[in-house]
C-alpha cells in the first residue's frame, strides 16, 4: 500500500460522519461543526511537512493544522502563506504548533511546513464547518509538563463553543491508553510508535470558565496540553418584514 493510500484510509475512517462529534454527546448548541479530519503519518529526518486534507476545502469554511515535530532544539516552523499561528510550545523532544487559516474561494491553498533543522515530523489537519469567519478564536491556551498534566482552565466570551483540545507527547514507545474525560470525543488518535498523540472535543453551552481536562496515563513523558475555542457562526439576521 502507498503512502498516500495509507492516509485515504485512515482519513475516511476518522472522516466517516461529516458532523462532529460522530457518536455520544450531540451538537445541540448549534456550534462548529468538523467536515474532516486527516492525519499525515511522520516522517523521519525530513525538512518539510505537507498537511492536506483528501477533500479540497471550500469557500467558508475553517482549517486547523496541528503540525508536530521532534528534535533536540527546538525548530522554527514556516507555514504556507495565509496561515495564523494559534499556538507554539514544546516539551522535552516534542515541538507542537498550531495553525489555522479561513478558506476563500480560487484559494490556491498550499499545505507545506518548512522547518530550519532537520526533525521528525507528523500531524493532523482539521476542516471545520459552521465557524464565525470574521473572529474564528474566543481564546487559547496551553500547558507543559509530565503525564496527566491538564489543559488550563480559560473564560470564553461566547456561547456554543467548540473546545478543541490538543495532547502531544514525546513518548518513543506505544500503549500509553490515556484515560480519556468523560463526555468528550476522540477527534484523532496516534497511538503508533513512536511520538503518541490525541486530539479531544466537546462543546461548551454557556460562556465563562472552562474546565481544565486531563488525560493521565501510566507512562513518563514530557506533554504539552493545548486548548482552542472556537466561536460558531452567528445565526442570519431576521429581515425586516414588508
Not at 460522519?17 to 479530519?37: D, K, L, Y
Not at 475553517?62 to 508536530?68: E, G, M
Not at 513518548?171 to 491508553?177: A, C, E, K, S
Not at 497511538?191 to 453551552?205: C, D, M, N, R, V
Request: neutral net charge.
Amino acid at each position: 500500500m502507498t503512502r498516500y493510500g495509507a492516509i485515504a484510509i485512515l482519513s475516511l475512517l476518522l472522516a466517516g460522519c461529516n458532523t462532529f462529534p460522530p457518536e455520544g454527546m450531540q451538537n445541540t448548541v448549534a456550534g462548529a461543526s468538523i467536515s474532516s479530519v486527516t492525519q499525515i503519518p511522520i516522517s523521519k529526518r525530513t525538512r518539510t511537512i505537507t498537511l492536506e486534507p483528501l477533500r479540497k476545502p471550500v469557500d467558508g469554511q475553517f482549517v486547523i493544522a496541528d503540525v508536530l515535530s521532534y528534535s533536540n532544539e527546538k525548530p522554527t516552523t514556516a507555514p504556507p502563506p495565509h496561515w495564523k499561528l494559534l499556538r507554539n510550545e514544546s516539551a522535552g523532544l516534542v515541538h507542537q504548533t498550531i495553525y489555522a487559516r479561513a478558506i476563500q474561494s480560487n484559494d490556491p491553498g498550499s499545505s507545506v511546513w518548512t522547518f530550519d533543522r532537520i526533525v521528525d515530523a507528523q500531524g493532523t489537519i482539521i476542516v471545520l464547518d459552521n465557524v464565525e469567519l470574521d473572529a474564528p478564536i474566543d481564546t487559547t491556551s496551553a500547558n507543559m509538563g509530565g503525564p496527566g498534566i491538564a489543559t488550563k482552565s480559560m473564560v470564553t466570551s461566547s456561547d456554543g463553543d467548540l473546545m478543541i483540545d490538543f495532547f502531544a507527547t514525546d513518548f518513543l514507545g506505544t500503549g500509553l491508553g490515556p484515560r480519556l474525560p468523560a463526555g468528550m470525543i476522540a477527534i484523532a488518535d496516534q497511538e503508533s510508535k513512536p511520538f503518541e498523540y490525541w486530539i479531544l472535543g466537546t462543546y461548551q453551552a454557556l460562556k465563562g470558565d472552562t474546565a481544565p481536562v486531563a488525560c493521565p496515563s501510566g507512562q513518563l513523558y514530557n506533554m504539552i496540553a493545548a486548548q482552542i475555542a472556537l466561536r460558531r457562526k452567528a445565526p442570519n439576521a431576521a429581515r425586516p418584514a414588508g
